[in-house]
């Protein structure tokens, strides 16, 4: 069984999103950092993580991933604000 998160990154003017699944949160984060992980993030400068969800398995992280990338961008943002209402990045929580 390998762990999943389901993530959702955001540009410094905060107002792009990027929703993601991984097994390994900062490999792929630090691959956004650099401009490796998509080229919409790249383009964009798409790189700090405002909200995720952990799993127990990586399948269920992906579900979420199709899920949430059919909602409409309101549901995102009020999803996002429930746990971080300050829109911080989120990252320092996995180093």
Excluded at 20 to 35: D, F, M, P, Y
Excluded at 73 to 81: R, T
Aim: charge should be positive.
């Amino acid at each position: 069984m390998t762990k999943g998160y389901f993530y959702i990154l955001s540009n410094s003017t905060r107002n792009l999103l990027y929703a993601g699944a991984t097994k390994n949160v900062i490999k792929r984060l630090r691959l956004h950092e650099l401009g490796m992980a998509s080229v919409f993030t790249k383009k964009y400068h798409i790189k700090y993580l405002i909200y995720f969800e952990e799993f127990e398995e990586i399948g269920e992280a992906f579900k979420r991933e199709k899920q949430i990338k059919n909602w409409h961008k309101d549901w995102k943002w009020n999803l996002i604000k429930e746990m971080n209402p300050e829109l911080l990045d989120l990252r320092h929580r996995f180093e």
